[in-house]
């Protein structure tokens, strides 16, 4: 099973970074999208983190990893 990540990161007025993670981004995601998104998010002030207003967008990446489970009987 593959599942896919969306990780926004952004560094508050502290200087701290915040890492604000979404699961299964759409397959159709632009770079644009996210760049307004996280530009979005931070003018909002949505979240403070540690008490902090979000001052920066750092970076964004999809991650994708692969997991493998199995039923074992312990």
């Not at 701290?16 to 699961?23: A, C, G, K, S, Y």
């Not at 996280?38 to 692969?66: H, R, T, W």
Request: hydrophobic share 40%; with cysteine; charged share 25%.
């Amino acid at each position: 099973m593959q599942e896919k990540k969306l990780l926004m990161t952004f560094k508050n007025t502290l200087g701290n970074t915040f890492t604000l993670t979404i699961d299964d981004p759409s397959d159709d995601l632009t770079e644009q999208n996210i760049i307004d998104a996280m530009n979005l998010i931070k003018e909002k002030n949505i979240f403070l983190p540690k008490g902090y207003e979000l001052a920066q967008c750092v970076s964004a990446k999809v991650v994708a990893s692969d997991t493998t489970k199995y039923d074992l009987e312990v």
